[in-house]
């Protein structure tokens, strides 16, 4: 088990879902969560500290960009 905390934005559902089940069942990383909007991954990012992001380049709302910033 590795208990990195992984953070991944994808605002497409069976994407998101497909990464997590990889990166918990195949891979698995403990800590890996999922977040559809920018939003939804400020809140986890600043709850949860994750060690790693995949980010999404678009999302609903605000671009990637904004969110890096």
Do not use: C, Q, W
């Amino acid at each position: 088990m590795n208990s990195k905390r992984i953070l991944l934005i994808e605002d497409v559902e069976e994407m998101r879902l497909l990464v997590l089940t990889t990166l918990t069942h195949e891979l698995g990383y403990v800590g890996a969560e999922g977040a559809a909007t920018a939003t939804e991954a400020r809140r986890v990012i600043y709850t949860h500290k994750p060690h790693l992001i995949f980010l999404d380049e678009v999302l609903p709302g605000e671009s990637a960009l904004d969110l890096l910033a």
